[in-house]
């Protein structure tokens, strides 16, 4: 593993280019500059600007929409079997420069490279996995009747809006991006402004691999302008949205007048849930890996521990010296577990739950303080004698900050788990298989885990319920959504036509 010098060093190498020329927008396969001017993106390390980035605004958009919108029908109608060579480059392109990607990522976002480094190659895994479905996305189904043959077949939508979120840009842009791609889409890729490079490295990595100009088009810019002119575009027949919660109401919203079909990947607040007879040890590791590892950056965290109170003594006391011994540092440094986080905003909002959570009455069982003052870094931090109603229990603090609430039956231990607006994951902890069966069936939750943390397996569903989004991904989950069903009817001979008007 290389060290922490080794890492800035090749990072700078890396920057270069940017401190040049800065990020510069791509569209129909040229850069591009924003009609907003430039505006600065800083590293969350050392508050250090990076480089200049292209502002976006709704002129570019609306180019970059017609580029998309007149590469739509090559790219649709390339043979299946081409479309899969050009994805399965852009993996191994991807894989090439797997180290670059991920030094960048750590630099934008503040997210240790320990993980990180695994970021890049996952994004790879996405562009391989849907390569292979490109033959299946154009399967229909062949229905019979005396009369017809009825066939239905599947055609990608047209030219899609891709929005994403700063925590782990580059693999959940390649989430979407890929499988639009796979689907026979075009895409316009709207970054999010605080972690732009690596959305960068993908349009050329992509170009590089023979996709053809305008069919990945990268505008870069804010939500207000360059997101919500994506949404409102008329040539964009879907927006795949990855982010909080408010602003996936704020895309419905956007989008209704031009009848956008949309996918929501929006918050979470999920339950790890520990009955008194599970392997608590390694439900312990499980939590812990949930909540802090990637900042707890992540929708997916296990952000409440709901605790059965009669191990709940012996296991908060584990539970506290291991989130003290949490190696908190320069995300480059490969010891590091846990990185600054993202942006100063983010920072504040993070940091302002340590006197909620100390207002509304919890304790703060391990950190609870800011570390330093050159970057954005936070203690790893526990807050325990929650309850559910406080608000460290119900908003989405989307930092390394885990809320433990106890419980004493199974039937508090749902209603607790089921107690907030959302519901994207549950991880259940429990040796009783039966409790098991009941308790998922009840849990209100796209995706639950029992005696696991989450293990991403792309065939299935991934998605969540009441305010955590709409729509699932995963294997053929995304053909649904970046696809339209289409019916067509062959007469099988001359059946009866009911004539009106007959002479
Ligand atoms: P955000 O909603 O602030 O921004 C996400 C993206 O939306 C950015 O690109 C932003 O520029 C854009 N945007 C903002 N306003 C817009 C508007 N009016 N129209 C169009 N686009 C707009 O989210 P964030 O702070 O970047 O990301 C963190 C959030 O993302 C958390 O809530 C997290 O849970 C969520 N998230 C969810 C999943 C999931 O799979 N469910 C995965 C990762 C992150």
Known sequence: MTSLDENLKKLDGYLARFRETGIRNRIAGEDADGSGGVFETISPVDRSVICKVAHGTAGDIDRA???????????????????????????????????????????????????????????????????????QARDGQHLKSPTLMNVTTRVPIGPVGVITPWNTPFMLSTWKIAPALAAGCTVVHKPAEASPLTARLLVEIAEEAGLPPGVLNTVNGF?????????????????????????????????????????????GKNPVIVFEDADLDRALDAAIFMIYSINGERCTSSSRLLIQESVRDAFQEKLIARVNAIKVGHPLDPATEVGPLVTQEHFDKVTSYFDIARQDGATVAAGGETVGDAGFFVKPTLFTDATNDMRIAQEEIFGPVLTSIPFTTEEEALRIANDTPYGLTGYVWTNDLTRALRFTDKLEAGMIWVNSENVRHLPTPFGGVKASGIGRDGGDFSFDFYMEQKHIGFALGQHKITKLGAL
């Open 65 to 135: 929409a017609n580029a998309a919108h007149a590469a739509f029908a090559e790219w649709r109608d390339m043979p299946a079997l081409e479309r899969k060579k050009i994805l399965i480059r852009v993996a191994e392109g991807i894989e090439a420069r797997a180290e670059e990607i991920a030094l960048c990522e750590c630099w934008d976002t503040g997210q240790a490279l320990k993980f990180m480094s695994k970021a890049a190659l996952r994004g790879a895994e996405n562009f391989r996995y849907f390569a292979d479905q490109v033959v």
């Open 223 to 267: 939500g207000e302008d360059a997101g919500k002119a994506l949404c409102e575009h008329p040539k964009i027949k879907a927006i795949a949205f990855v982010g909080e919660s408010r602003t996936g109401s704020l895309i419905v919203k956007q989008g209704a007048d031009t009848l956008k079909r949309n996918h929501l990947e929006l918050g």
